[in-house]
C-alpha cells in the first residue's frame, strides 16, 4: 500500500507529469490529476475516502483554487490541502489559509520542500513557505500600533482581538500580538520580561480561548 494517496490539481499539465512521476517515486500513489477546481471535485466524488492530500494551484481557468478549497473543506474536510502556487500576494494567502488550507508553498520551493511538506501536514502541522510566512507577518505588523517602549497599546488590542474573543485577558492580547508580528516564545518573553514557561501557559490559554490551536492560523484571524 502507498505511503499517501495524493490528488494533483493544476492547469499546467507539465506541472502535474512531473509531480506525478516525481510523487510516485516516493511511494505515494496518484490518485487522479485535475486541471481545474470542478474537475478536482469531479475525482473527489470518486475517490474522496481514499484520497489523504491535495495539491492545489489558485490561479486556473474556471474553478479556481480559493474556491476549491472552501468547497473541499465544506464537503471533504478529511482531504488535506497543500497549496501549491506561485502567487503569494495578500489576497490570496489569507484567503487560503483561512479557508483551510493546511499548507502553502510556492511551486519554486523544490521537491524536498514538498515532500516534507506533505509529510508534516498529514502529521497534523501547518507549513507555509518562509516568503508566505514574511508576508503574513508584514501584513498582521502593519496592523500594530505601538507605545515607544515597543508594547501594544490597549486599545488597538482590545478593538482588533474582538472578533476572535472577548475573553483573552490584555496580556493574552498582548502575547497574541507579538505572536503576530514573528516573535518566538523566547523572543515574546524578553520583551515582557517574563520566563518562557509563562509565555507558554498563555499561548495554551490562548488557544483553548480562541479554539484555534495552531499559530499560523491565529495570525490570519488577527489579520481579518
Not at 46 to 54: L, R, S
Not at 67 to 85: F, H, N
Amino acid at each position: 500500500m502507498s505511503k499517501y494517496r495524493v490528488l494533483l490539481v493544476d492547469d499546467e499539465k507539465l506541472l502535474l507529469d512531473s509531480l506525478e512521476i516525481i510523487l510516485s517515486l516516493y511511494d505515494m500513489e496518484i490518485v487522479g490529476k485535475a486541471n481545474d477546481g470542478n474537475a478536482a471535485l469531479q475525482i473527489l466524488q470518486e475517490t474522496a475516502a481514499d484520497c489523504d492530500i491535495a495539491l492545489v494551484d489558485l490561479n486556473m481557468k474556471g474553478m479556481g483554487g480559493i474556491e476549491l478549497i472552501r468547497i473541499m473543506k465544506e464537503s471533504y474536510p478529511q482531504v488535506k490541502i497543500l497549496v501549491l502556487t506561485t502567487f503569494y500576494d495578500d489576497k490570496y494567502i489569507t484567503e487560503a489559509i483561512a479557508g483551510g488550507a493546511e499548507g502553502y508553498l510556492l511551486k519554486d520551493s523544490g521537491k524536498d520542500a514538498i515532500l516534507g511538506a506533505i509529510t508534516q501536514i498529514l502529521s497534523g502541522t501547518t507549513v507555509l513557505d518562509k516568503k508566505v510566512m514574511a508576508r503574513l507577518t508584514e501584513l498582521m505588523a502593519g496592523n500594530l500600533e505601538k507605545k515607544a517602549d515597543g508594547s501594544v497599546m490597549k486599545s488597538e488590542a482590545d478593538n482588533s482581538m474582538d472578533g476572535i474573543s472577548a475573553e483573552l485577558t490584555r496580556r493574552e492580547k498582548e502575547i497574541s500580538f507579538l505572536m503576530a508580528e514573528g516573535l518566538t516564545n523566547k523572543q515574546i518573553a524578553d520583551r515582557l520580561y517574563i520566563s518562557e514557561g509563562t509565555v507558554k501557559n498563555y499561548i495554551s490559554n490562548i488557544y483553548d480561548k480562541t479554539g484555534i490551536h495552531d499559530r499560523v492560523k491565529l495570525i490570519v484571524e488577527l489579520r481579518k
